[in-house]
């Protein structure tokens, strides 16, 4: 039998966390991300654009807490549920001062916290984050959004996939109506993935006999989030996978660690972020409750115990290695971003993303360290392009852009920002090239339709309209190279140059307008050394 004790190694003594009817030890640090008022009940207390309520002080809920911090851009009160069920006779007087104060926006991380908003709460719009199945408390209101934490069972048929080519039968327990919620998703996804999902409801009390029943059957099995699984239970399947080699899949690292195979949970922090952005926008008026709904995050994270894979004969293949390995890393770097090591953390995500470039999570974390480094400098440069971009002057965007790459190479608001400005400020120049060839002047036309190019080399249509004017005009080559000619014999210098100019502009290769322009530029140039020695 695994010792459970093993999942708490390591692990802070003074936050719990209660997952699938067992609790799992976590780190809890609430006074780094902010006080509550020591006066809750006064009028003063609940005051600012943000309310944010914890559903308690555990780490994950922190982590979150921590990304939200890091992007939103106003004013926070932090409030957590059970000081207010301790310093309120009533929780509902809570939530009437928040609806009577100038609170702009309730943030609720946990679902403890979204149901007692939801509940209470009726006139102030509400942002969720971190809870499990929202439709559960309830989302049918325009005054409610939010950022789901659930991931999809079909990343771990996908990984699954990937991990054991030959995997057939995947069977997972359940006893309650949210276990099966989360189970039943799977019936819709394994013929994707050319699996075979079982789905059984059990207890506790048949749950060893049950398990005894499909002894041999069965190539993997997923645990949901079911109070089914207790300590006990947890401990009794990992040890049956391990003997009857089955992959056992998990939806949090510490179940991971105690015990399983693989798991994928979502990054908690990047949660924190995306919702804080999505408040961003709501507080800013850009958004509404209403337009945002709800929004699911990408790129979740992988955990692997390669010891118990190893155990159970399971050959884990590089790529998955390499993907845990980065994840590990990645929890590296918020770790010395959290204890303010912000060189380290920013050389952490920059080695993360040299593997893995597309990983918008460590990018965005990136970002944030930057932010810290500079104070706020690539913000600002990145709002003044978006502004410049915005009003047309798209030269000005691109050089905005090029100092934020410059402070921060990997940032994809950026990247694509100065891409969009260059194409914008190639279209402009053909545009206006398109204008002086209507207008009669042919030249300039040409020059803008080589800015355009310079500006952007792919321009299809800058290569093609110029191409046409080029065409157009070839036929009038011999009369302006004869007039140049004649210039060049009157002692007309500029006069002659110009016209050569004008001729290479409709033809490069012109081998006389190339030697007449350096003959007529040598000749302007020994008059000038001329006239300078006369005048001394």
Known sequence: MIRWNRILTGLSR???????????????AASQFGELNSSPNSSKAISGNVEILLSSDNSILEQALFGLQSSLDYPVRISYVDLLRSEYKDVPSYFKEIESSDTKLFVAIGSAAFKLARENLNRTPIVFTMVSHPKSIGIDSDNVCGVGMDVSISEFFK??????????????????????????????????????????????ENFRSSLEKVRGEYDAFIIVKDSLYNR??????????KKNKMILMAPFPALVRAGATFGISPEYSKLGIETGELANRILSGKSSCKEEKVSLSDKPSFFLNEAF??????????????????????????????????????IVFEN?????????????????????????????????????????????????FQKVLLLNPNLRAAKEGLSSATL??????????????????????????????????????????????????????PEYLKEGIELYSQRDYEGSIRIFENILLIDPADKRAQEYLRLSTKKKDAIRVLLDKTAG
């Open 14 to 28: 003074n936050a719990y966390i209660l997952f699938a009817g067992f609790a799992i030890c976590i780190a809890g």
């Open 159 to 204: 990984v699954l996939r990937e991990l054991s080519p030959k995997a057939n039968r995947v069977l997972t327990f359940y006893s309650q109506p949210e276990g099966e919620f989360f189970a039943t998703e799977g019936d819709y996804f394994d013929l994707k993935y050319k699996l075979n999902f079982a789905k059984k409801k059990v207890s506790e």
């Open 232 to 241: 006990e239970i947890f401990e009794e399947l990992s040890e049956f996978s």
């Open 309 to 346: 894979a190893s155990d159970s004969n399971v050959i884990v293949p590089e790529e998955l290695k390499e993907r845990a390995k980065l994840t590990r890393l990645f929890t590296v770097g918020l770790n010395l971003l959290n204890e303010g090591k912000l060189k380290s953390a920013r």
């Open 352 to 400: 993360i993303l040299k593997k893995d470039p597309n990983n918008q999570s460590v990018a965005s974390y990136l970002q944030l360290v930057i932010e810290k480094m500079t104070g706020g400098k690539t913000k600002e440069l990145l709002e003044a392009a978006e502004d410049f971009y915005k009003k047309g002057n798209y030269s000005r965007a691109r050089a905005e």
């Open 424 to 477: 914008a400020q190639s279209e402009s120049e053909r545009i206006n090239a398109e204008q002086l060839v209507r207008s009669g002047k042919v030249f300039d036309g040409i020059k803008m339709y080589q800015s355009s190019l310079r500006t952007f080399p792919q321009n299809a249509k800058s290569s093609v309209e110029l191409n046409h004017v080029r065409s157009s005009e070839y036929s009038k080559i």
